[in-house]
């Protein structure tokens, strides 16, 4: 049989070895964490500008009212109401 001493010292290394195993694999997840929140941020930005272009080119027609614009594109009333008033403004 093992020597107890020798048995708990195998132990504790088998126990430091999988604790430095596991720490790698957080630390790993929590970078691809990061870098996914990065791309998502940057995904929702596109998506904000696409969005704002989109609003600016139906305002341009006279056809679209707010409402439609509105449903057409999926937003509120309101930010179609602000982007159409920050145009004026932007005239002026």
Request: glycine fraction near 0%.
């Amino acid at each position: 049989m093992y020597d107890v001493s020798l048995k708990r010292k195998w132990d504790a290394y088998s126990l430091r070895q999988t604790i430095i195993i596991e720490k790698e694999k957080v630390a790993k997840a929590e970078k691809e964490l990061e870098e996914f929140k990065e791309e998502a941020k940057i995904e929702k930005e596109t998506n904000e500008q696409k969005i704002l272009a989109a609003v600016k080119n139906l305002i341009q027609d006279p056809d679209f009212s707010n409402e439609r614009i509105a449903n057409t594109i999926e937003v509120s009333v309101d930010f179609v109401e602000k982007v159409r008033k920050s145009l004026i403004s932007n005239i002026d």
